[in-house]
């Protein structure tokens, strides 16, 4: 099946491909797309005129090499399978698999004439020798499920029926979620099913495996009430207090290590405060957002959609998406939902509502925190609203159009 490029990921990377000194790292939740998004980069290889001889791609999550876990294996098999002469464009899926990958991948890095892409579904994959002996000499390219342009595009190219009515589209993308395999499942049933496979998979394989967690039953209510939360501030302290009320004693250090879990498995994104008066983060704390929204349907049966968070998950990771630092900024006792920075330290802040014309107490509430703010960078309230307002300089924008035209903040 031809595979859809996701162009928003290879013009990062590009510039790299035919780079032997530096290691590309591809992370994002499991099934996000960093395998095709690889076989995408190896098209792109050949296209360019690479030969297929000089193109290994070695997947450790297959059959076949389910026999590769040391270091010393992993080294053999690329020197068997990187004979052609040249540049060998080396691809290793999931290398997470083999315990103390990173000098060997280090080695055929040193030696030179090996461009190497690898990928790893969680964060345990730079929290070794990875990244504290290779400082300089790795670049991590963050991947997520597709936003809500890729996810119209991606139905287009695979000739799915992609309804006129964008509001009706945004829907099933917030029910359905947006993993690329849901796109060529029939029905919602399936997609829930295959969202909910994706959840158990990686507790087996992500987070059973690497952390220690012996009530498992408490780790799924913690895991279950951050889901059931997202894009709500979230005090660790409170959640301990209820739990314990319920007759569940742990620990807030024990909470803490069950939200870390979840965040280096990539279902969960942390999201700092930012005190817009003195210009620093704020600790305490935290609004969390999701990898998916379908994380969210699949643990729940309700089909009832809460648009508050929702749309801010989804500019949230939109804008991840396109290179931007974003954190949740305060100014006094106002909040305003997202402050975002670009590469060159410019900003831009968001407001994001389902509605605006609902009352003017509600215009007020999302006008007022970006009035408060006194600099000159671009200032936006994000909407479904297909009436726009003009109002103190401040751009109202239709958020499924903003993000369907790939428009920059």
């Known amino acids: 099946m031809e595979l859809f490029r996701r162009e928003k990921y290879l013009s990062k990377i590009r510039a790299f491909y035919h780079a032997d000194d530096i290691i590309k790292v591809i992370t994002g939740v499991r099934r996000c797309g960093k395998s095709s998004l690889m076989q995408t980069i190896a098209e792109e290889l050949q296209e360019q005129g690479v030969p297929p001889q000089n193109i290994v791609y070695i997947d450790l999550d297959r059959r076949e090499y389910r026999d590769i876990r040391v270091p010393d294996r992993l080294e053999q098999l690329i020197v068997r399978q990187c004979s052609a002469a040249g540049m060998n464009y080396l691809f290793i899926d999931e290398i997470q698999n083999v315990a103390g990958f990173e000098e060997v991948i280090n080695g055929f890095r040193t030696e030179g004439g090996y461009s190497i892409f690898i990928t790893g579904s969680n964060s345990y994959l730079l929290s070794g020798e990875l990244a504290t002996k290779l400082t300089g000499r790795y670049l991590e390219f963050e991947l997520y499920t597709l936003t809500f342009d890729e996810y119209i595009r991606m139905k287009k190219f695979y000739g799915k029926e992609v309804s006129p009515d964008t509001a009706a589209e945004l829907n099933r993308y917030i029910l359905e979620g947006g993993f690329p395999r849901t796109i060529t499942l029939e029905g919602t049933d399936a997609r829930r099913q295959y969202v909910r496979g994706v959840v158990n998979e990686i507790f087996e394989k992500d987070i059973r495996t690497r952390v220690k967690i012996r009530k498992t039953e408490t780790f799924r209510i913690v895991r279950d009430y ?21 007759g569940l004693p742990v620990t807030r250090a024990t909470v803490n290590r069950y939200i870390q879990a979840l965040i280096d498995a990539k279902i969960l994104y942390p999201c700092d405060r930012f005190d817009m008066k003195s210009r620093r983060s704020l600790s305490g704390e935290k609004k969390y957002y999701l990898a998916d929204s379908g ?49 060159s330290q410019n900003y831009s802040y968001v407001q994001v509502a389902y509605t605006i014309l609902a009352s003017r107490e509600t215009e007020d509430r999302e006008y007022r925190p970006l009035e408060e703010i006194r600099d000159n960078y671009a200032k936006y309230v994000m909407t479904t609203d297909r009436l726009l307002q003009k109002r103190n300089g401040i751009l109202h924008v239709n958020l499924e159009d903003f993000i369907i035209n790939g428009s920059r903040f």
């Open 226 to 246: 951050i889901i059931n939360n997202f894009g709500a501030t979230t005090s660790v302290k409170r959640l301990c207090d209820e739990l314990n009320r319920n």
């Open 295 to 343: 994380f969210y349907f699949s643990v729940n049966t309700d089909n009832r959609i809460n648009y508050g968070p929702v749309l801010e998950n989804i500019v949230y990771l939109y804008a991840l998406s396109i290179g931007y630092a974003v954190s949740v900024g305060r100014i006094g006792k106002l909040e305003v939902d997202f402050i975002l920075r670009d590469s």
